[in-house]
T-cell receptor, first 113, second 113 residues
Framework: ETGVTQTPRHLVMGMTNKKSLKCEQH?????MYWYKQSAKKPLELMFVYNFKEQTENNSVPSRFSPECPNSSHLFLHLHTLQPEDSALYLCASSQVLLNNEQFFGPGTRLTVL | GENVEQHPSTLSVQEGDSAVIKCTYSDSASNYFPWYKQELGKRPQLIIDIRSNVGEKKDQRIAVTLNKTAKHFSLHITETQPEDSAVYFC????????????FGQGTRLTINP
């Protein structure tokens, strides 16, 4: 598959569960991003990784834990989430160069019960 | 940090008419301004971008204008068609580099037949 893929596409979890979101990019990029998209804040940056190193944490609560084992894969580990964390979580990738297009994945629709 | 304001939040136009969406930014050093389109249930995709060394860029029915002095940029869609219905996001680089994008709040554009 080409482009940026995300799994699962839909996830329902309880507040005590632990789950992980996965993102994979097939574009040869070296920067990856996690965004949260909700009605209140349409596209909210969470984390940025350059060459597997985290370069941005946008004051995200510790119940969200990112992991970037290599430039092609990005995970978001979730634990003890709150109902207000329900949102669409989008992954994106780009080249680590100034002014470069970000390519988005299809997102994971997360519902926290 | 960079602050991006986008207006209007919703816009409804008759098919064939033009649509204009405006964004302002706060960081005078910003030099890259992309526009993303997100159709219902789909991922955001870049439709056009402009760099600070030009004042206008066109791509068929879509154009973007940039006023660096006033720190605002606009998306213009002419001869609108039903498939233009979507949410449009503007963005500008966050402080300390263009890799981090700060997105506007989004404009939901509806084209009425």
């Amino acid at each position: 598959e080409t482009g940026v893929t995300q799994t699962p596409r839909h996830l329902v979890m309880g507040m005590t569960n632990k789950k992980s979101l996965k993102c994979e990019q097939h574009l040869g990029h070296n920067a990856m991003y996690w965004y949260k998209q909700s009605a209140k804040k349409p596209l909210e940056l969470m984390f940025v990784y350059n060459f597997k190193e985290q370069t941005e944490n946008n004051s995200v609560p510790s119940r969200f834990s990112p992991e970037c084992p290599n430039s092609s894969h990005l995970f978001l580990h979730l634990h003890t989430l709150q109902p207000e964390d329900s949102a669409l979580y989008l992954c994106a990738s780009s080249q680590v160069l100034l002014n470069n297009e970000q390519f988005f994945g299809p997102g994971t629709r997360l519902t926290v019960l | 940090g960079e602050n991006v304001e986008q207006h209007p939040s919703t816009l409804s136009v008759q098919e064939g008419d033009s649509a204009v969406i405006k964004c302002t930014y706060s960081d005078s050093a910003s030099n890259y301004f992309p526009w993303y389109k997100q159709e219902l249930g789909k991922r955001p995709q870049l439709i056009i971008d402009i760099r600070s060394n030009v004042g206008e860029k066109k791509d068929q029915r879509i154009a973007v204008t940039l006023n660096k002095t006033a720190k605002h940029f606009s998306l213009h869609i002419t001869e609108t068609q039903p498939e233009d219905s979507a949410v449009y996001f503007c963005a500008a680089p966050g402080l300390q580099g263009a890799q981090k994008l700060v997105f506007g709040q989004g404009t939901r554009l509806t084209i009425n037949p």
